[in-house]
């Protein structure tokens, strides 16, 4: 009883704690509503500059949180990618922020038009636990180029690195400009809950209905970036060692941890059992031994880790057949798992599988394996191989997803030039680079008139002769 009491007592100033943390950003984007440039910039210097000063720690807070992180994973996924997100919004700050000219029509002469681009205010991000630190530093780049205060909501999942971000981002930044916010689920629905002026919420498409949910309460506009069923296709004539080592890269990274991971591999039927053994022959090449390899990622936790073993266990007692890469796993080193003869009936076949499962999917014709991916819900990305140029343009214009890779897999992510975001259950808006700046920024219409007033002749009373010469020759 009285641990509950304290629990309570916790959880309550956690919230008040929450509640003053978003008031304070708030005054202080009305007293300073237009940072420059050069404040912008100086954000997002101070920002790489910790980052690559504590990248070590950074690397080995993840590694704890997951039972082991590969530090090199760490480094190539989420340190690197982050620096050059900074970089580039850095380059740029001061050409995105330049009010955009705009064309008046003939009827409304003389008269200037532009689009000015406002901060929004107060921005909150809520990260997943997969990618902790690209995924919080990502929105926060585009919201500090927009000039915007930033509210950040950690995983719970990924205490070690959520503490350590709140350490470090509370060295450079003060509160009223970011802030990071540890807690349990009780607190990552209150966040959900603050009147912010944009919501960007990267998980579980379930989680993102309630956050998307208690955003409408305020009409706060979201961002979802969610995930899905990304479905990867191999080509009749595609050399299978190139489309089995791409595929391998993007679902053995983070140990299949991945939004954008591929989940399933259309392939053709006569060459499935070819795919396979080259799949397998491709995976032992990354990773020659599971046991007390520092470069294979363990599951983050115990609950992810019997979900995955029940999709396993689901799968095979309706007739998959399972064709595991290692004999068997280290604590919650995964043995990465090819399963043939899916089923929809599977939950493998209905969930995103987040882990290094792989189904693998038989095809008779390219037309079936787009009607295939077009029955089902829209992914976040889809993955073609094949270098036959006239079908990478059917699988373009023939299927929706969030993004495409052509002859590899998740490294338009790390495009800075290129939008990032999905489709219907996979999500809504897009941020990185350029777009990041337009989501996280109002573009404000402005029309300007000076001293001469030229649409008085439109004025009622209505009739007249200088009326209808207007209407002769702009209606027609």
């Known amino acids: 009883m009285v641990a509950d009491i304290a629990q309570l007592q916790h959880s309550q100033q956690q919230l008040h704690q929450l509640d003053q943390l978003f008031q304070r950003q708030r005054e202080a984007f009305a007293a300073h509503p237009m940072p420059g440039a050069e404040q912008r910039m100086q954000w997002l210097k101070a920002l790489r500059e910790l980052l690559i000063a504590e990248k070590d720690a950074l690397a080995e807070a993840i590694?704890?949180?997951?039972?082991?992180?590969?530090?090199?994973?760490?480094?190539?996924?989420?340190?690197?990618?982050?620096?050059?997100?900074?970089?580039?919004?850095?380059?740029?700050?001061?050409?995105?922020?330049?009010?955009?000219?705009?064309?008046?029509?003939?009827?409304?002469?003389?008269?200037?038009?532009?689009?000015?681009?406002?901060?929004?205010?107060?921005?909150?991000?809520?990260?997943?636990?997969?990618?902790?630190?690209?995924?919080?530093?990502?929105?926060?780049?585009?919201?500090?180029?927009?000039?915007?205060?930033?509210?950040?909501?950690?995983?719970?999942?990924?205490?070690?690195?959520?503490?350590?971000?709140?350490?470090?981002?509370?060295?450079?930044?003060?509160?009223?400009?970011?802030?990071?916010?540890?807690?349990?689920?009780?607190?990552?629905?209150?966040?959900?809950?603050?009147?912010?002026?944009?919501?960007?919420?990267?998980?579980?498409?379930?989680?993102?209905?309630?956050?998307?949910?208690?955003?409408?309460?305020?009409?706060?506009?979201?961002?979802?970036?969610?995930?899905?069923?990304?479905?990867?296709?191999?080509?009749?004539?595609?050399?299978?060692?190139?489309?089995?080592?791409?595929?391998?890269?993007?679902?053995?990274?983070?140990?299949?941890?991945?939004?954008?991971?591929?989940?399933?591999?259309?392939?053709?039927?006569?060459?499935?059992?070819?795919?396979?053994?080259?799949?397998?022959?491709?995976?032992?090449?990354?990773?020659?031994?599971?046991?007390?390899?520092?470069?294979?990622?363990?599951?983050?936790?115990?609950?992810?880790?019997?979900?995955?073993?029940?999709?396993?266990?689901?799968?095979?007692?309706?007739?998959?057949?399972?064709?595991?890469?290692?004999?068997?796993g280290q604590q919650r080193r995964l043995p990465h798992t090819l399963l043939l003869d899916v089923s929809d009936e599977m939950k493998v076949m209905q969930d995103e599988i987040f882990g290094p499962l792989l189904p693998i999917v038989p095809y008779d014709r390219l037309e079936d394996a787009l009607t295939y991916v077009n029955r089902r819900p829209r992914p976040l990305a889809l993955y073609y191989f094949g270098y036959d140029r006239d079908e990478q343009q059917?699988?373009?214009?023939?299927?929706?997803?969030?993004?495409?890779?052509?002859?590899?897999?998740l490294l338009h992510v790390a495009q800075d030039d290129l939008p990032f975001g999905g489709i219907g259950p996979s999500g809504m808006g897009h941020y990185h680079g350029h777009e990041g700046f337009l989501t996280f920024s109002k573009a404000k219409a402005v029309f300007a008139k000076q001293r001469f007033n030229a649409a008085r002749s439109i004025y009622p009373p209505y009739g007249r002769g200088l009326q209808k010469l207007i209407y002769k020759f702009l209606l027609r």
């Open 394 to 409: 059917r699988v373009l214009e023939q299927t929706h997803s969030g993004g495409v890779c052509l002859n590899d897999t």
């Open 63 to 328: 590694s704890r949180d997951f039972g082991n992180r590969s530090v090199d994973e760490t480094l190539m996924a989420e340190l690197l990618p982050s620096l050059q997100n900074i970089d580039y919004a850095s380059k740029r700050i001061r050409r995105w922020m330049r009010p955009s000219k705009r064309s008046v029509g003939m009827a409304f002469q003389p008269a200037s038009a532009r689009v000015i681009y406002q901060p929004l205010g107060v921005v909150g991000v809520i990260v997943p636990w997969n990618y902790p630190l690209f995924l919080a530093v990502g929105p926060l780049v585009g919201a500090l180029a927009a000039g915007n205060r930033v509210l950040i909501k950690m995983s719970e999942s990924t205490p070690a690195t959520s503490a350590l971000v709140k350490e470090l981002f509370a060295r450079i930044f003060p509160e009223d400009l970011v802030a990071v916010v540890l807690g349990e689920a009780e607190v990552g629905a209150a966040f959900s809950r603050l009147p912010f002026d944009h919501l960007l919420f990267t998980g579980a498409t379930s989680i993102g209905r309630h956050v998307m949910r208690a955003a409408a309460e305020n009409l706060t506009p979201v961002t979802l970036e969610l995930g899905g069923k990304s479905p990867a296709i191999v080509s009749a004539d595609v050399p299978l060692e190139h489309a089995a080592e791409r595929i391998a890269f993007g679902k053995t990274v983070n140990a299949g941890q991945t939004c954008v991971a591929p989940d399933y591999v259309l392939v053709p039927r006569n060459r499935v059992e070819d795919f396979v053994e080259a799949y397998r022959q491709v995976v032992l090449r990354f990773y020659p031994q599971l046991t007390d390899n520092p470069d294979y990622t363990s599951i983050v936790n115990e609950r992810q880790h019997q979900r995955l073993l029940g999709y396993l266990s689901d799968a095979e007692r309706l007739g998959a057949r399972l064709i595991p890469v290692y004999p068997e």
